[in-house]
């Protein structure tokens, strides 16, 4: 059984950090491109970051400069480091995995966790 499990969401200011982790089990991560996508309360799901199986990363413009995805495959975790907080950044976090690098990049498939919130208080 796959599954993702992303933790480290909160309540934070505006102009703090967080970092989330998200912890996957049940397939062989180090095969596995990760990418972090969010969803805004009344908006679509949105790309944030993809990191592929060689380590390449890839960001939305919005959070370039601030965030950082990186990958542990010892520890089969995938991590977003968020600095800079802003309120437009509150929305709920998931974490995403398929072999595929495309299909992590559009959000089009592969496995899913169940969120974590992330909320910034201005």
């Known amino acids: 059984q796959v599954r993702l499990v992303e933790s480290g969401g909160g309540v934070v200011q505006a102009g703090g950090s967080l970092r989330l982790s998200c912890a996957a089990s049940g397939i062989t991560f180090a095969s596995y491109a990760m990418a972090w996508h969010r969803e805004a309360p009344g908006k679509q799901r949105d790309l944030v970051a993809t990191?592929?199986?060689?380590?390449?990363?890839n960001y939305a413009d919005s959070v370039k400069a601030r965030f950082t995805i990186s990958r542990d495959n010892a520890k089969n975790t995938v991590y977003l480091q968020m600095n800079s907080l802003e309120p437009e950044d509150t929305a709920v976090y998931y974490c995403n995995a398929d072999p595929l690098d495309w299909v992590v990049h559009h959000g089009i498939g592969g496995y899913w966790g169940q969120g974590t919130q992330v909320t910034v208080s201005s």
């Open positions: 990191i592929t199986r060689g380590g390449t990363t």
